[in-house]
RNA sequence: GGCCCUAUCGUCUAACGGUUAGGACAUUGCCUUCUCAAGGCAGUAAUCAGAGUUCGAUUCUCUGUAGGGUCACCA
């Protein structure tokens, strides 16, 4: 259906193949925003069969780390974003050097003396030769935009030969790579202007911009570490789904207009429309996220959801004998209560785990169900411990080859419409989950099996009849 | 403050200049034969304001207001 046997062979006719690029500084881990620009890049170029390129900003030796450059490639790996080439702004510095000492000697760009003003200042630096006119050009997302670039003055474009400064370096690889489509963050507007200046200086074709609305956080300012943005990778170390993530991130500032929600990467790829992208900002929202993933979760096999979920599980209870028997009706029960997969540690440490691989301590009064579910009937202990005990004999009738919640349940439902629902329906779950919120009795009965649950419900009886 | 960008429910958003302004998340209520979860149904909720253009503006123009971004020898 998805035409990717199209039109791979390269053809150079006069359709100009497009070459997008993401191009983090490694100063600080991916988060949500930078990555949502990477996104969009990778879909415009592979919605063209154009190229995807990465090249990592670390020209600023003070702030990059390698931890953080890992971050990022991890971070890509991790939420499938393939890339058709690779380059470190600082391998390229002698690229960056070639067109500064041409700028120079073309009287574009000049060596100028400083007065520092704070530490760091060099007492020269290189600074561009401001033409001071008005510069326009079109945004694929916002249209025109023009600047009067008077008031930049002559901005720095290099520290020294040997540094250049962000501008200088982000037009020269991007010409040099070959990149036509800048796509990047709203926040890069301003620089815009600049950056054309320096490609018209040094004779760089001007490539289309698109410069996308912000993501942001709950207060509305910019999305970042301090405003609560995680590093993408935490995602993953929570059990998120990676297609849930792309298809989230992909949904802040964009949508395809139709009503459908969930949609995996190639779908988004096949509808994506850069000139469709909203021009205000949008908050992340984890609540959203976690309902996008809940839908992804849903959409795994028993299998895979399984997998993903062992990777969770608490060693205790994967290390109980009875734990292989039960694993997959547990997943069957847990399956649209998880919103992600270490939600399960959650579940654990609330207690609403472990019952199901080995009986359950709990309080004898909770057996007694609350005021509001005896509606009138006299009940005490004993005459409790006397309905568990008919609900024993009836269910021990039952033979265990068609042992299942529907048997249970036509076994159990004379005695509670009899005895009063609320009353042995609560008292036969609490005895087999011990708490008071749980799933229902005759799919724990199911899940424990014929063995489990009577040896419980005994139990229970024998707590009811213990004097106190 | 200068420059720039932006403005539809709380949030993400849909709507050739003509719709009872739609959907999703969240939220509220009801149903779903005990609790919880899931599910179903229903509800609350938005075009920032004011002019103009037009037979008719959410949509086009202007002004105002609000918010955001950016003003580094960081990227």
Redesign the pocket.
């Known amino acids: 259906m998805n035409n990717t046997n199209k039109s791979t062979e390269k053809t150079e006719d006069a359709t100009e193949q497009i070459v997008t690029r993401f ?3 490694p ?1 600080g881990f991916l988060h949500a925003g930078a990555y949502r620009t990477a996104l969009f890049a990778y879909f415009v170029a592979r919605k063209n069969n154009g190229k995807f390129l990465i090249r990592i ?4 030796r ?3 780390t390698k931890e953080f450059e890992e971050n990022i490639f991890e971070t890509m790996e991790w939420l499938a974003l393939d890339y058709d080439g690779m380059e470190k ?1 600082s391998d390229r510095v002698e690229n960056h050097k070639m067109y500064l000492e041409k700028l120079i000697k073309e009287d574009k760009a000049y060596v100028s003396k ?5 530490e ?6 290189i600074r561009f030769r401001n033409p001071n006119k008005v510069v326009t050009f079109t ?1 694929l ?8 670039t008077t ?2 003055g002559d ?2 474009i290099a ?1 020294s030969i040997n ?5 200088l ?2 037009v020269v690889d991007d010409f040099e790579m070959g990149v036509n489509h800048v796509i990047r ?7 815009t202007p600049r950056h054309i200046l320096i490609m018209e200086a040094i004779g760089a074709p001007i490539p289309k911009f698109a ?1 996308l ?2 993501v ?1 956080s ?5 999305f970042s570490k301090r405003k609560g943005a995680l590093p993408l990778t935490v995602y993953r170390d929570k059990g998120y789904l990676p297609e849930a993530l792309i298809n989230y991130i992909s ?5 395809p ?1 139709g ?1 459908q ?1 969930i949609f995996t990467k190639e779908e988004i790829i096949n509808l994506f429309d850069i000139t ?1 992208v ?6 992340f ?1 984890d ?2 996220l ?3 993933n809940k839908e992804h979760m849903l959409k795994l096999s028993h299998d895979e959801y399984k997998n993903n979920l062992e990777k969770f599980m608490p060693e205790e209870l994967v290390s109980l004998p009875t734990y292989s028997s039960r694993i997959d009706s547990v997943v069957d029960i847990v399956r ?2 998880l919103e992600y997969f270490k939600q399960i540690q959650e579940m654990d440490e609330e207690g609403d785990l472990a019952y199901f691989f080995k009986a359950p301590l709990y309080d004898r009064e909770i057996l007694l ?1 609350a005021e509001k ?1 005896r509606k009138g009937k006299d009940l005490n202990h004993e005459s409790l411990a006397k309905i568990l005990e008919i609900c024993k004999a009836e269910l021990e009738k039952l033979e265990s080859n068609i042992w299942n919640k529907d048997s249970v ?1 036509d076994t159990l ?1 004379p005695i509670a419409e009899s005895e009063g ?2 009353i042995v ?2 008292a ?2 609490v005895s087999l989950s011990g ?8 799919i724990l009965s199911e899940t424990l099996g014929k063995e489990e649950t009577l040896k419980r419900i005994g139990e229970a009886e024998s707590i009811l009849k213990e004097k106190l």
């Open positions: 191009a983090p500084s100063t900003e670390d020209t600023d003070e702030r990059s702004q400083e007065t520092p003003v704070k760091g200042d060099r007492e020269e630096v945004d997302i916002r249209g025109d935009i023009s600047v009067d008031d930049l901005f720095v520290k540094e250049p400064v962000f501008h370096a982000v963050g709203e926040d890069h507007i301003p620089n410069h609305p912000l942001l709950p207060d509305r300012t910019k949904m802040i500032g964009w949508n207009g009503e929600d469709k909203q021009k205000g900002g949008g908050i929202d609540v959203k976690k309902w996008v649209d209560r169900c579910m349940k439902w629902r609320g329906l609560w036969i779950r708490k008071e919120k749980s799933p229902d009795p005759f």
